[in-house]
């Protein structure tokens, strides 16, 4: 059974930076997308970047473009996202997800990942 955890969230402020990361374990995918939502009270989870296993270029949402960077861990099952020039408005549950096959051509929603994370929370104060 695939099971993802996040990790490194925390409480910054604002123009900060965070590292999380994504465990998976479980899984015997040869190829694999993993993406990065965030969801805020209140708010539709948001898409914010993909990660594919067989290369290319990953996917960021306008909303994180130029601050967030996703990248493969130092293990093989870990991606990283790394947050940069944080905004009290990036305040959110984030959370992890994975396919076992390609990412999405464009823009992602919740509905096209099978396994999730339980989430980490971000906070930027002001």
């Known amino acids: 059974q695939v099971q993802l955890a996040e990790s490194g969230g925390g409480s910054v402020q604002a123009g900060g930076s965070l590292r999380l990361s994504c465990g998976a374990s479980?899984?015997?995918?040869?190829?694999?997308?993993v993406a990065w939502f965030r969801q805020a009270p209140g708010k539709e989870r948001e898409g914010v970047a993909t990660?594919?296993?067989?290369?290319?270029?990953?996917y960021y949402s306008d909303s994180v473009k130029g601050r967030f960077t996703v990248s493969p861990g130092n293990a093989a099952n870990t991606v990283f996202l790394q947050m940069n020039s944080l905004k009290p408005g990036d305040t959110s549950m984030y959370y992890c997800?994975?396919?076992?096959?390609?990412?999405?051509?464009?823009?992602?929603?919740?509905?096209?990942?099978?396994?999730w994370g339980q989430g980490t929370q971000v906070t930027v104060a002001s």
């Open positions: 997800a994975a396919r076992g096959y390609a990412c999405p051509y464009a823009r992602i929603e919740a509905a096209d990942f099978d396994y």
């Open positions: 479980g899984y015997t995918w040869r190829r694999y997308c």
């Open positions: 990660i594919y296993s067989g290369g290319g270029n990953p």
